[in-house]
């Protein structure tokens, strides 16, 4: 019975490290990239593409890896995925041109979106069906974190060295996952071979929405954080990202838990009023520490938010389906921060990046008014 019980296995342990581990070799490209794009004589246009290329091709990878999960199971796709990322990040090196920067980027995407649902699925193989909201939880920190982490790391490396030196940290970074998560054991659920190919999970596809909208200011948070701190004169945006990383943390203290325990709509209602907050903090911020403390309301919400949807979608899914349900919620993360890049970015066109901001507390309204609807009565 304790083997059943038991969430702090070695398995979870490194899954969870290989998580964080991935986000940041990955996302220290986000606000980077584009910068480099710039430098090698690209267009404002060519350099909003390096965030959009590779979410094309993850959301599609997304949708078909979550299906192969299922029948073959999670850890040879994992380390797939992680092949890919290597030999893409390796090519930076030698892509001195736009196009051919965005084309690796392509690719990119294909394992990106193959490494993520794969260890997200793994870490629903492995965790207690009485501890998911904890479990899941915990994944959904690392994640986060790692997303909070990537930005400060690259401003920093970026302000200190080279993009030359970025590619190499995210290679050591990445191959030294690779190596860790080789060792992981997760268990496969047997399914029938239809030999179709699920491309979506029907019910993930609304937490998969409400991830979408939630996804949609962190994609301008994400993209925008550099630009906007020249706007208000500050140079140490890196401050907010570590400000979110405090409170994400913070959030694991009690979240899951409480998940488990009371339901979503206590974790998931307050989660997302504190992200409003953090966005309004964010929109007249004047100085590095109003950064600061709007990233510690934003980070607080998002921490409490995004893992309890995630937990709720691996609980809706029948178990033989929770690779394609992973992969069906993970593609609202893409589409939201894909939406959040572009879309908002006109906004902040035809106004300011504050203005911008403000705009995007429209999809946060959004998601509480659907979700009041549909889950009112199942507290």
């Given at each position: ?47 909003s593409l390096a965030v959009g290329v590779f979410s094309v091709v993850a959301l599609l990878m997304r949708s078909i ?305 659907i979700y009041w609807m549909v889950f009112r009565k199942t507290k």
């Amino acid at each position: 019975m304790e083997s059943k019980t038991k969430l702090w296995t070695k398995d979870y342990i490194f899954l969870l490290i290989g998580s964080i581990f991935l986000y940041v070799g990955f996302m220290v490209f986000m606000p980077t990239l584009p910068t480099q794009i710039i430098k090698l004589g690209g267009s404002q246009v060519e350099a909003s593409l390096a965030v959009g290329v590779f979410s094309v091709v993850a959301l599609l990878m997304r949708s078909i890896s979550g299906s192969w999960n299922d029948r073959f199971g999670s850890k040879m796709l994992i380390l797939i995925g992680f092949l890919i990322l290597i030999a893409t990040t390796a090519s930076f090196y030698i892509s001195t041109v736009v196009l051919a920067l965005l084309a690796v980027r392509f690719i990119q995407g294909a394992g990106w979106g193959i490494s993520t649902t794969s260890i997200a699925t793994g870490v629903s193989a492995i965790v207690p069906p009485n501890r998911t909201g904890e479990g899941i939880g915990f994944y959904g920190l690392t994640t986060a974190l790692g997303m909070s982490l990537a930005p400060v790391v690259a401003i920093l490396i970026m302000n200190y060295f080279s993009f030359n030196t970025l590619i190499t940290f995210a290679l050591v970074i990445l191959v030294g996952t690779f190596l860790l998560l080789s060792q992981v054991r997760i268990k496969q659920e047997k399914v029938k071979k239809t030999g179709k190919i699920q491309l979506f999970e029907k019910t993930a596809l609304l937490p998969a929405f409400l991830c979408l909208l939630m996804a949609i200011p962190l994609g301008g948070i994400q993209t925008f954080m550099m630009v906007y701190g020249t706007e208000i004169h500050v140079e140490n945006t890196w401050i907010y990202f570590l400000g979110q990383a405090i409170t994400i943390l913070l959030s694991r203290l009690f979240a899951g838990r409480l998940y488990d325990t009371k339901g979503h709509f206590v974790v998931v209602v307050p989660g997302v009023f504190a992200m409003i907050l953090g966005i309004l903090l964010l929109s007249f911020a004047t100085g590095a520490w109003m950064l600061f403390f709007a990233a510690l309301a934003f980070g607080l919400g998002y921490g409490m938010t995004q893992p309890a949807l995630q937990a709720l979608t691996i609980d809706r899914a029948a178990p033989e389906n929770k690779g394609a349900a992973n992969g069906t919620f993970l593609s609202g993360m893409d589409i939201g921060m894909a939406i959040g890049s572009f879309g908002l970015s006109i906004v902040a066109t035809y106004s300011n990046y504050a203005v911008m901001y403000r705009s995007a507390i429209l999809a946060l309204v959004l998601f509480l008014v659907i979700y009041w609807m549909v889950f009112r009565k199942t507290k």
